[in-house]
């Protein structure tokens, strides 16, 4: 089971607070949107793993389902996979520093390329057609680390639908910086995955004030049905 989050009460709370909006886009273009899978690896996934996520192996059923959802809509998938090769040290010594000699160690070897940890959940569906990506930062957006918003652009995308683990870190990083370049950002709350429920809501509920939109894997289903229905 996902997160036991009730977006919608977090919507009804944040809707008086903005003269009664509760999300900012009703409508969605497949053609211009693109669902980002954030972080589902093994050294997030697998029991006993680096940086576990017990929830992450809670919501993959709802991330394919997204998935397939916007595949079918004419929409595209891009997986995103943290990557810390070495040599990257030096690069993001804060980072380091706050992990510790020890701790730095072991997330790098992990989410180095080729690792077993740094490899995409086998349960995670990825068909041809789909993009895979590695970031070398939380957010996928930050210059230089990801290619992410280059292929997003050439590939005409305005509205970025976000899944993934964790929620409060590398999906919130993104989600914040794909609004601020412009994108419509919307959260997958049941396909997002923390630590704890606590830590999950408190993030939806910042997020949902002023950078992204709040909605079910149902909810998007039936978004991405409704305009390739009409379109066709």
């Given at each position: 089971?996902?997160?036991?989050?009730?977006?919608?009460?977090?919507?009804?709370?944040?809707?008086?607070?903005?003269?009664?909006?509760?999300?900012?886009?009703?409508?969605?273009?497949p053609?211009?949107?693109?669902?980002?899978?954030?972080?589902?690896?093994?050294?997030?996934?697998?029991?006993?793993?680096?940086?576990?996520?017990?929830?992450?192996?809670?919501?993959?059923?709802?991330?394919?389902?997204?998935?397939?959802?916007?595949?079918?809509?004419?929409?595209?998938?891009?997986?995103?996979?943290?990557?810390?090769?070495?040599?990257?040290?030096?690069?993001?010594p804060?980072?380091?520093?706050?992990?510790?000699?020890?701790?730095?160690?072991?997330?790098?070897?992990?989410?180095?390329?080729?690792?077993?940890?740094?490899?995409?959940?086998?349960?995670?569906?990825?068909?041809?057609?789909?993009?895979?990506?590695?970031?070398?930062?939380f957010?996928?957006?930050?210059?230089?680390?990801?290619?992410?918003?280059?292929?997003?652009?050439?590939?005409?995308?305005?509205?970025?639908?976000?899944?993934?683990?964790?929620?409060?870190?590398?999906?919130?990083?993104?989600?914040?910086?794909?609004?601020?370049?412009?994108?419509?950002?919307?959260?997958?709350?049941?396909?997002?995955?923390?630590l704890?429920?606590e830590?999950?809501?408190?993030?939806?509920?910042?997020?949902?004030?002023?950078?992204?939109?709040?909605?079910?894997?149902?909810e998007?289903?039936?978004?991405?049905?409704?305009?390739?229905?009409?379109?066709?």
């Open positions: 089971m996902p997160h036991a989050v009730d977006h919608t009460a977090i919507l009804d709370r944040l809707a008086t607070m903005r003269g009664g909006a509760r999300n900012a886009f009703d409508t969605l273009d053609h211009r949107t693109a669902h980002l899978i954030v972080d589902m690896q093994n050294g997030f996934m697998e029991p006993g793993a680096p940086v576990e996520v017990p929830m992450a192996r809670e919501i993959v059923g709802e991330v394919n389902r997204l998935s397939a959802a916007v595949s079918t809509a004419g929409g595209r998938n891009y997986f995103l996979r943290y990557t810390t090769p070495h040599g990257e040290i030096p690069a993001w804060i980072m380091w520093s706050r992990l510790g000699p020890d701790g730095a160690k072991v997330h790098q070897d992990a989410f180095t390329p080729g690792a077993h940890h740094w490899q995409i959940w086998p349960e995670i569906e990825v068909e041809d057609g789909d993009v895979v990506l590695d970031k070398h930062r957010s996928a957006f930050t210059p230089g680390t990801c290619a992410l918003h280059d292929q997003l652009q050439a590939d005409g995308i305005d509205t970025v639908i976000i899944s993934g683990t964790l929620t409060n870190c590398c999906c919130e990083s993104t989600a914040r910086d794909a609004m601020q370049l412009n994108y419509r950002v919307i959260m997958a709350a049941d396909a997002n995955a923390a704890s429920d830590e999950h809501a408190a993030t939806l509920h910042i997020l949902g004030l002023v950078f992204a939109d709040l909605r079910s894997v149902d998007l289903e039936a978004m991405l049905a409704v305009e390739k229905a009409e379109a066709a």
